[in-house]
Structure formats: structure tokens, C-alpha cells
């Protein structure tokens, strides 16, 4: 099993709500990522992190946030959800040039 | 725009049967990494091989191969000897330092 935690895995809110989903790894990746993965199953990178107090918004624009203070965590936060953030979100992480991503099992958000 | 394209969004295979999966790239680099990632059903996102494009050799991981065709930016996956814990999403990873981006993934189903 990969060492990489995301909570909540299902996620079920109401519009307007403020939501943070959580990713913490074990494994001292110094490289963090958020991935939105939509219904036909596609992903899209939306934040990444070279490491602490570093964050760079991803190919896919996204109304979420993201912060890095620790290394081993990077939260992801929706201040007002909508339907339309309804996804699955994949945290994953990675040390050195390889980018060989590991990930988390994801969180399932659904926004009524 | 970097792109990674995967054409097939389903297949099939019998049980014990040979697939090969497409993927073609598209980059301007020289240096770079093309990935192989399954997704089975309701499961985590996990590594199924990896492939330097300095490297001519083609990879393999033990029923898993690759066919890297660099001047046709081509890397395709061939699963020997299908089994039913196969099933999954594959998708194609092209790396070309900062992130991976994805193909839209090919859904494999082995049957018995």
C-alpha cells in the first residue's frame, strides 16, 4: 500500500459549503500534486508543490487553494463549492527528477 | 502544448490472450519519461512501468512491455498473458520535467 493519505474519501456537501481535502505522505517527498479526475475519467493537474512554502497552479484552472507549510501535507480548499466542483480529487507525490507519482486512494466530492 | 493521446477508450481481451495498448506523445523535448499508470475499479492509481526516452531499450516489467518508437513519439503497452485482475482504466503518462500529463486513459476489460 502507498503511503500517501487522503481524507475524506467520499464527500458529500451543499452548495456555497467551505470544504478542505486533506493529503499527507509518509514517505519525505519533497514534490506534491492535485489532480481532478472527471467523470469520463480524464485527469487534470490543477496545483503542485516542489516543496514547503512553494505552490504553482497546474494546467487546469480551478477555483481551489492549496498550501504547503509541511512537508509531509497538502491540503486543498474549496472556499465556496459548487456543482461543478463535483469530482474526484487525487493527491499524489514524488521525490526527484523522475516524477514516478505515487497516490492516494482519492476523494470523491459530490456538491449538490 | 505537450499532449499525450490514448485511442482506444475500451478494449477487450480473453483471459490468457496478448493486448497492446496505444499511446503517441507530443513534445518538443529530448529528454524526458513516458509512463504506464492502472486504475482498477474503485482502486488506487498505480505504476505499471516506466521508460527513459534516452534509453532505445524498451522496458518491461514481467507480463507488461512497452514498444517506445521515439522519432514516431509512439509508446505503446502489451499485456501478455491477460488476467482478470487487469481490468482497469490505463493511462499513458508523459513526464517532461515538472508534472505528468495524462492521456484520457483506455479502459481494459478481461474476460474469462
Known amino acids: 500500500e502507498a503511503d500517501i493519505y487522503q481524507t475524506p474519501r467520499y464527500l458529500v456537501i451543499g452548495t456555497g459549503k467551505k470544504i478542505t481535502l486533506e493529503c499527507s505522505q509518509t514517505m519525505g517527498h519533497d514534490k506534491m500534486y492535485w489532480y481532478q479526475q472527471d467523470p469520463g475519467m480524464e485527469l487534470h493537474l490543477i496545483h503542485y508543490s516542489y516543496g514547503v512554502n512553494s505552490t504553482e497552479k497546474g494546467d487546469l484552472s480551478s477555483e481551489s487553494t492549496v498550501s504547503r507549510i509541511r512537508t509531509e501535507h497538502f491540503p486543498l480548499t474549496l472556499e465556496s463549492a459548487r456543482p461543478s466542483h463535483t469530482s474526484q480529487y487525487l493527491c499524489?507525490?514524488?521525490?526527484?527528477?523522475?516524477?514516478?507519482?505515487?497516490f492516494g486512494a482519492g476523494s470523491r466530492l459530490t456538491v449538490l | 502544448a505537450q499532449t499525450v493521446t490514448q485511442s482506444q477508450p475500451e478494449m477487450s481481451v480473453q483471459e490468457a490472450e496478448t493486448v497492446t495498448l496505444s499511446c503517441t506523445y507530443d513534445?518538443?523535448?529530448?529528454?524526458?519519461?513516458l509512463f504506464w499508470y492502472k486504475q482498477p475499479p474503485s482502486r488506487q492509481m498505480i505504476l505499471v512501468i516506466r521508460q527513459e526516452a534516452y534509453k532505445q531499450q524498451n522496458a518491461t516489467e514481467n507480463r507488461f512491455s512497452v514498444n517506445f518508437q521515439k522519432a514516431a513519439k509512439s509508446f505503446s503497452l502489451k499485456i501478455s498473458d491477460s488476467q482478470l485482475g487487469d481490468t482497469a482504466m490505463y493511462f499513458c503518462?508523459?513526464?517532461?520535467?515538472?508534472?505528468?500529463?495524462f492521456g484520457k486513459g483506455t479502459s481494459l476489460l478481461v474476460t474469462p
Open positions: 503518462a508523459f513526464s517532461p520535467g515538472y508534472a505528468l500529463n
Open positions: 513534445t518538443s523535448e529530448n529528454n524526458y519519461y
Open positions: 499524489a507525490s514524488t521525490r526527484g527528477e523522475a516524477n514516478v507519482l505515487t
